[in-house]
């Protein structure tokens, strides 16, 4: 007899929980991406496409967490009310 995964022994789906940890994933990565010291590198004089370099940065970073989130909620299954 195979032995059970402790995951279904405790009731819990892993394809279903994936996605909840790949949003906080997701947060984390904002939070440390936008914090002043990592955020601090890219202050420097340069220009990008005519935009400043911290500026784009930022943006940029914004812009891509935004689009994951997008991406995120398109893979969570949707909560029925129970009303």
Same mark, same amino acid.
């Given at each position: 007899?195979?032995?059970?995964? #402790?995951? *279904?022994?405790? $009731? !819990?789906?892993?394809?279903?929980?994936?996605?909840?940890? &790949?949003?906080? /994933? +997701?947060?984390?990565?904002?939070?440390?991406?936008?914090?002043?010291?990592?955020?601090?590198?890219?202050?420097? #004089?340069? *220009?990008?496409? $005519? !935009?400043?370099?911290?500026?784009?940065?930022?943006?940029? &970073?914004?812009? /891509? +967490?935004?689009?994951?989130?997008?991406?995120?909620?398109?893979?969570?299954?949707?909560?029925?009310?129970?009303?």
């Amino acid at each position: 007899m195979r032995p059970e995964a #402790p995951e *279904r022994r405790a $009731g !819990i789906h892993p394809v279903k929980s994936r996605p909840r940890e &790949t949003a906080a /994933l +997701l947060l984390c990565l904002g939070v440390v991406l936008l914090f002043p010291p990592i955020a601090l590198i890219f202050d420097k #004089p340069h *220009r990008l496409l $005519g !935009i400043p370099l911290p500026v784009f940065y930022v943006f940029g &970073t914004w812009l /891509l +967490l935004v689009l994951g989130a997008y991406a995120v909620s398109r893979i969570l299954p949707d909560t029925e009310s129970s009303d």
